[in-house]
């Protein structure tokens, strides 16, 4: 018979280490040892409401959810076995009175809410905004206000892709800023390009349909490179600028620390004396606006489909906190709302930099991770129309349908309407709404008369004025006018602003775009598509439509309006510049045979220079010789280059037996001993080729020769001993990429 456990011996068992009970005790029940959970510590609470009903904070529910030592049930009984079901005898049948079963799985199959239906795929970190007060002539915004600190929740993601997709897809970031402010809560729902693919909301089902999967199949998965997608634009030729944007770098950052941020819309400032002005917010990343190249996101995508989230996690985690400078472009609030020409109600333009300067007005810094994805990053809710006194909404025709649409996707992707209660969801100010019940209320509200007027509750609660930060709509003057489903006529300019695009682009940056959209052209099926989309490139420029055209195999069209010579912006542009370094990724490769007190010193260098250091070796364990041991973090057979930003070489690694396969090994084919290890020639050749810097010392000069490599290329720093190859290589990458080794660079204007 089966011997049975009590709870007793359960108990002594937990006291045991793993592997090693004595020939006394019993055997162990759980594979490690548990420990006491830690209490939870006041980092962990959700924001919490200032209730003036009483209710329980966001402090104290996240309190209530986890606590006490010992595992219970959801009602709070404490359990056994969390391991077996009840069952009668041990090989007998499973009780359905077995309650804990019944709720643990119950309770698992729910455990899934729906992905939104646009920008499913996030991350997300916590962070403090601090305002310089530079914006107070033109905003009363409490939080703008100098040195005032406002805790942020900043939620990058990416659009057309699932829940599940890769990071390092081509496609439009969103860039959405929570601000707590102590006036209500302002959230700033931006993306990383600055114009949109269409200037009506109605329009935007249109646009999500064609850019999700097929239906029928349901692919491509996180992809714009399909038939539906061009069919749309070419058909619907004001998308033309946002694609023209994603089809460039801006469509593959880096890394979200590295994307520049925009409000889109222009929204309108209000001042403590009621004057107002036009704005568009620009967010600007201290480490400049960089990106992946192509192959490299491609090939990020299987071998790291996590890479942003991971990269933002990380740099967080080490304390390379990444930061925004918030800017404004300000525009007089004028009757015809447009500033040099430029129409300011047309998300599908952008007033460029030399017109308007970005002025700074904060800096955003984000300093900590989330701690439970689903709880924060998962349950957040977004609303373009949660605005505090001082910033108001505009009549962009698509900003209009935002404000209808983000609260009602909230209430059935977060189950009812009370997501706001949800801790990351709480506003840091007083919360006094007459909003009562509903799915998943949590707030016990204490009174009788949740309405306006009542005698009942004393009156309360009472109306602020714009002296207590009341939030008043600018009365702005509506011109007489009929019902029309129409738009302006400035909104039929489709092809003047994506010219100056294309215009303000490096020769590299043109062959980018070149090459982005003979990729995803290649990949449709339909031969209309393809032609009508080439039509579309006439209209912006014939060099552009060329070079996509011979890709494609097909006649460059004519354009078929004129073209107009619309200058350049270099602000555009995000080539040129150097750079903070913060968090890069060095990969330090060596074996045990290289100059070890050399690696020491590098792995330190880069430690110092406030990057991170990961030593790539033949196998795991350590590398040994004189000194002490050095950990290893990846091995040749783990490590590819898309993980680095630069590679570190000590000497040449050989190649072991195992580096050509048993197959050459057993054959006696492997190459001789003094070669170096070809997964080594293929980490240097593909970082040189995705234009990374590459150091080495020790004579790692032989090893870059072998891969075709001169130590006097762009992005080469050859030294004499570890430290000084790591200032070589750090001044490299402050410029991102040798951008020199690619012919378009050179042989530009
Ligand atoms: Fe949107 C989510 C940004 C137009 C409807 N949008 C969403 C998110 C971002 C944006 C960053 C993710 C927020 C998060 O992290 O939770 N959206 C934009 C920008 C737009 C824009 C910059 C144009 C300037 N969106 C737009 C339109 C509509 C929507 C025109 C509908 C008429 N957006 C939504 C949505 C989402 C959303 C369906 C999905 C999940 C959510 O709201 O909470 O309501």
């Known amino acids: 018979m089966t011997k049975q456990h009590s709870a007793k011996d359960k108990d002594t068992a937990k006291n045991e280490l793993p592997g090693a009970p004595g020939p006394e005790s019993p055997p162990l029940i759980e594979p490690t040892k548990p420990v006491e959970p830690l ?19 966001g402090a104290e529910q996240a309190r209530a959810a986890q606590s006490g030592a010992y595992l219970t049930t959801a009602q709070g009984t404490r359990l056994p076995d969390s391991d077996h079901s009840l069952k009668a005898g041990a090989r007998g049948p499973v009780l359905i009175q077995d309650h804990h079963l019944r709720e643990k799985i119950t309770h698992f199959d729910h455990e899934r809410i729906p992905e939104r239906v646009v920008h499913a795929r996030g991350a997300a970190a916590h962070g403090v905004f601090v305002g310089y007060g530079a914006a107070g002539e033109v905003s009363k915004a409490a939080f703008l206000a100098k040195d005032v600190q406002t805790p942020v929740f900043v939620r ?69 490179a399909h038939d539906t997608f061009w069919d749309f634009v070419s058909l619907h030729t004001e998308a033309t600028h946002h694609t023209l944007w994603n089809m460039s770098d801006r469509g593959i950052p880096r890394s979200f620390r590295m994307m520049e941020g925009f ?22 990343p201290r480490l400049g606006v960089h990106s992946l190249v192509w192959e490299e996101a ?35 609030d004028t009757a015809d709302q447009t500033f040099e020409g430029i129409d300011l109600l047309d998300p599908t333009k952008i007033v460029p930099e030399e017109l308007s300067p970005v002025q700074p007005i904060g800096l955003m810094t984000l300093n900590a ?28 025709p698509l900003l209009a349908g935002r404000l209808f649409s983000y609260l009602d996707t909230q209430i059935s992707r977060l189950g009812g309407p009370n997501f706001g209660q949800i801790p990351i969801n709480r506003p840091h100010a007083p919360v006094n709404d007459m909003l009562r019940d509903g799915m998943h209320q949590t707030a016990v509200h204490t009174g009788v008369a949740p309405y306006r007027p009542n005698s009942l509750d004393g009156g309360c609660p009472f109306l602020a004025g714009a002296d207590m930060s009341a939030f008043i709509e600018t009365p702005v003057e509506v011109p007489a006018a009929s ?64 070079q996509v055209a011979t890709g494609l195999g097909l006649p460059a069209p004519a354009a078929t309006v004129p073209l107009v010579a619309a200058g350049s912006s270099p602000a555009l542009s995000q080539m040129g510049g150097t750079w903070p370094t913060d968090g890069r990724v060095i990969g330090i490769v060596a074996d045990d045979a290289a100059d070890l007190d050399g690696v020491r010193s590098a792995w330190r ?50 190649a072991g037996a195992d580096a050509y396969g048993a197959r050459d090994a057993k054959a006696g084919t492997a190459r001789p001993p003094e070669a170096p290890d070809p997964r080594v020639l293929l980490l240097v050749t593909e970082a040189y080729r995705h234009g990374k810097a590459v150091g080495g010392w020790n004579g790692a000069e032989h090893l870059l020769e072998t891969c075709g490599i001169g130590a006097d290329d762009p992005g080469i720093a050859v030294g004499d001993d570890g430290a000084a190859t790591v200032e070589g290589l750090t001044r490299a990458l402050g410029e991102h990429r040798a951008w020199d080794r690619f012919p378009a660079a050179l042989s530009g204007e």
């Not at 409000?263 to 600007?284: C, I, M, P, Q, Y």
């Not at 890479?307 to 404004?328: K, N, T, V, Y």
């Open 298 to 332: 491609q090939m990020i995508c299987g071998m790291d489909p996590d890479f942003h989230r991971r990269d933002l996690f990380d740099a967080i985690e080490s304390g390379a906190f990444p930061q925004w400078e918030l800017g404004i472009q300000v525009f007089p």
């Open 483 to 546: 019902k029309v489903r129409e738009a302006p006529s400035s909104f039929s300019d489709h092809f003047t602003q994506p010219r100056l695009f294309w215009l303000s682009m490096t020769p590299l940056e043109r062959e980018h775009i070149v090459a982005a959209y003979t990729f995803e052209l290649s990949k449709c099926h339909e031969q209309a598509v393809k032609e009508r989309t080439l039509k579309v490139l006439a209209n912006i420029d014939p060099e552009l439509c060329g």
């Open 369 to 396: 991770n989330t701690k439970n994805y689903f709880a924060e990053t998962e349950q957040v809710a977004f609303h373009p129309g949660h605005l505090v006194p001082g910033i108001d909404v505009t009549d962009d």
């Open 605 to 654: 260098a880069v430690l110092d220079a406030g990057m991170v250091p990961l030593v790539v070796a033949p196998t795991g364990g350590t590398l040994d010789g004189a000194g002490e041991p050095i950990a290893v973090q990846r091995t040749f057979a783990t490590a590819r280059s898309v993980e680095f930003d630069a590679l570190l070489l000590v000497g040449v690694p050989q």
């Open 39 to 57: 209490p939870p510590k006041a980092d962990q609470d959700g924001p919490a409401t200032v209730s003036p009903t009483g209710q329980p904070t």
């Open 263 to 284: 409000g889109v819309h222009t929204f309108r400032l209000v001042n403590a004396a009621d004057e107002s002005v036009l704005v568009k917010f620009h967010w600007k």
């Open 156 to 224: 990058f993601s990416t659009v057309l892709g699932s829940r599940g997709s890769a990071d390092t897809v081509r496609d439009t970031r969103g860039f959405a800023t929570k601000f707590y402010t102590d006036e209500g809560t302002f959230d700033l729902v931006g993306n990383n390009i600055p114009v949109f693919f269409i200037q009506d909301a109605v329009k935007f089902p249109d646009v999500i349909h064609a850019g999700k999967p097929h239906p029928d199949r349901e692919i491509p998965q996180a992809q714009s």
